[in-house]
């Protein structure tokens, strides 16, 4: 468990580390704070914004991504915002500032691309999560979705805890596609 616990490069909060350590180790506030921070670049209609706020799917570091909010000085860093003033990001970037979080508590935590069926446009569309280690298990956390997101969807089940059969990691999905008839089919 020590890997998952320890930042990468991508994960390092550089300069925040206190602000994300002071965080506290709850999977939840650290959720909505991702929430408050970052707002999706293909959901923007959902808040009534348009594509002609800045927009970028540039990968970044957690630190850069932090460096960005705190350069526009509203709030303390980690305060939530209002939607016109969080960051354009991807459901890689929510998951990436989750991990940071959690890791930041010495709470394994790591970041997993592969392929979500709640999404309603395609039966399996790729998207990036969170998995973080609670007690004996590793939990499915998709920090992306805010209550904005679940109510577009019809989102019901616990986002902090995913249902097994509604998310394929990239791995799941490779080891299935090589079975005669893949389960999810």
């Known amino acids: 468990m020590k890997r998952w616990r320890e930042h990468t490069p991508f994960t390092r909060p ?3 580390a206190a602000e994300l350590i002071a965080h506290g180790p709850s999977i939840g506030a650290a959720v909505e704070t991702v929430q408050g921070l970052l707002i999706h670049g293909g959901a923007l209609e959902l808040y009534g914004l348009t594509e002609s706020i800045e ?20 709030s303390p860093v980690l305060d939530s915002r209002p939607a016109a003033a969080r960051l354009i990001g991807t459901c890689r970037d929510f998951a990436l500032l989750l991990c940071a979080i959690m890791r930041s508590q010495a709470v394994p935590a790591r970041v997993r691309c592969g392929f979500a069926s709640y ?67």
């Not at 969807?153 to 616990?158: L, P």
């Open 14 to 16: 550089g300069r925040f």
């Open 55 to 74: 927009t970028s799917r540039e990968t970044l570091t957690v630190e850069a991504r932090l460096e960005d909010l705190d350069i526009r000085l509203i």
């Open 119 to 185: 999404f309603g446009e395609a039966p399996w569309e790729d998207h990036w999560i969170c998995e973080v280690w609670m007690r004996d298990r590793w939990r499915r956390v998709d920090a992306q979705l805010d209550s904005v997101h679940r109510d577009w969807f019809g989102i019901t089940f616990d986002c902090g805890d995913l249902p097994q059969d509604i998310y394929l990691t990239a791995d799941e999905a490779w080891r299935g596609a090589r079975l005669p008839r893949p389960w999810w089919i």
